[in-house]
């Protein structure tokens, strides 16, 4: 498929051609040119009329399959574009959900691909019924106007569906995060741009090799593995990327699987360091903006600056200094700035801060447990060892146990017929 690209900068938009491109790339499409453009939004075509005309000339010479926006487009402008240019004209979020198609594996993840593009397509079908009626054009799709109308009641009726069925997963979901922190295991989710390295730095923590690839939205299916931490149980999950301007129709669509960093108790907010200052510091206000639109602000975070292996030491401490500085600006409390290389698997200073995070956590603390029972210290000694830390052990008429745990472990302590008493 051949596409031509259109590009709109504005105050309001933090565009970058060079995302753009690696979208149209990743969606599989040949690039013939890209058209920019500096001015505020025309009402009618997105771009200014000067410009139209320039792109209907490009159209005529290279005839592409599509012309595609990085800019949002609303359906009457889509309309109009396509009235003027007679070729398919999509905006940079249709492309994102083309990429999304491709990428969703789990019946999860193609649920809520579907559930975007449906939600996506409303306002489209409900400008071409009020086109119909204003004998503006034949339908939607080639559709009259009845069956445009009956598309649309088709479309509403299958979004219910859709979210219901995702209302189960989010069931099967909380009833699984529940057991987990039963079992003593701390949550960690991995969060942030597209492309960052989420995937290559979850392989790193847990030892695995799930599939990780230098293109966007390689994860749309959510993958959590396991690891300890200096005996803490921790579990680190990996969510879908983050893009700038995530429209709140594709957070909808895919709240169930966002929902993970939201229940988690530390997030870890990836970052690619071998980028200029420039593009660090828009994603890391992106990835904020959606963090917030999550109400997940309040969690513990930690930014991980990842790929510190590309880039030289002293360029890696000045682009901390500057996340230190931006993450105040914007209003954000980080446990600290964490250099790694995932993929070189060099991840001292993650461990550290991580360390020190938990430690924090309301639901981790220090327990004295009292055994008056010899023979129950070994099974209780094996317990604590694999699900927290053991600060000391003092044996005599009972044995004294100081440690740290995770509270969900208390009740499968209580039942080992120990006292308890947090310090």
């Known amino acids: 498929m051949k596409a031509i690209g259109v590009i709109r900068y504005s105050r309001k938009d933090r565009l970058s051609k060079v995302e753009f491109e690696e979208l149209l790339r990743s969606a599989g499409y040949e690039v013939l040119s890209i058209i920019e453009q500096n001015r505020d939004e025309h009402p009618r075509y997105n771009i200014g009329r000067g410009k139209l005309e320039e792109l209907k000339e490009l159209v005529r010479e290279f005839k592409p399959d599509k012309v595609i926006f990085a800019n949002r487009l609303t359906p009457s402008q889509a309309y109009n574009l396509w009235k003027e240019l007679r070729v398919e004209v999509m905006d940079r979020w249709q492309l994102v959900l083309e990429i999304f198609e491709k990428r969703a594996h789990s019946k999860e993840a193609k649920l809520q691909v579907e559930l975007a593009s449906l939600q996506y397509e409303v306002p489209l079908v409900k400008e071409a019924i009020r086109r119909i009626k204003l004998g503006d054009r034949a339908g939607f799709k080639g559709m009259g106007e009845y069956q445009t109308q009956q598309y649309l009641k088709h479309i509403r009726y299958r979004m219910g569906k859709i979210r219901k069925e995702l209302e189960k997963v989010k069931a099967e979901r909380e009833v699984r995060r529940k057991k987990r922190e039963e079992f003593g295991f701390i949550l960690v989710s991995l969060a942030g741009y597209t492309n960052a390295g989420k995937s290559t730095l979850l392989n790193a923590l847990a030892g695995e090799n799930v599939e990780a690839r230098n293109q966007m939205f ?197 039942k080992m017929d120990v006292k308890i008493r947090r310090l």
């Open 218 to 414: 390689t994860t749309l299916d959510t993958t959590t593995r396991r690891f300890k931490l200096s005996g803490k149980r921790v579990l680190v999950t990996d969510t879908v990327g983050f893009i700038d301007g995530l429209p709140p129709f594709i957070v909808e669509a895919f709240h169930s699987t966002l929902e993970e960093i939201v229940k988690s108790d530390v997030i870890l907010l990836v970052l690619d360091s071998s980028e200029p200052w420039r593009e660090i510091a828009r994603k890391f206000r992106a990835s904020v903006d959606v963090l917030r639109e999550l109400k997940a602000l309040g969690k513990p975070i930690i930014v991980v600056l990842n790929k510190v292996d590309l880039i030289e030491g002293e360029d890696a401490d000045e682009k901390v200094r500057l996340l230190k500085e931006l993450s105040e600006r914007v209003g954000l409390l980080i446990e600290g700035v964490a250099r790694v290389s995932a993929k070189e698997r060099k991840l001292d200073e993650l461990y550290e801060i991580l360390e020190r995070t938990i430690l924090r956590l309301p639901k981790y603390g220090a327990f004295e447990i009292v055994i008056e029972n010899p023979e129950k210290v070994p099974a209780v000694m094996a317990l604590l060892s694999s699900v927290g830390e053991i600060l000391s052990v003092d044996y005599g008429d009972v044995t004294r146990i100081r440690a740290y745990i995770q509270t969900g472990m208390l009740k499968e302590l209580t």
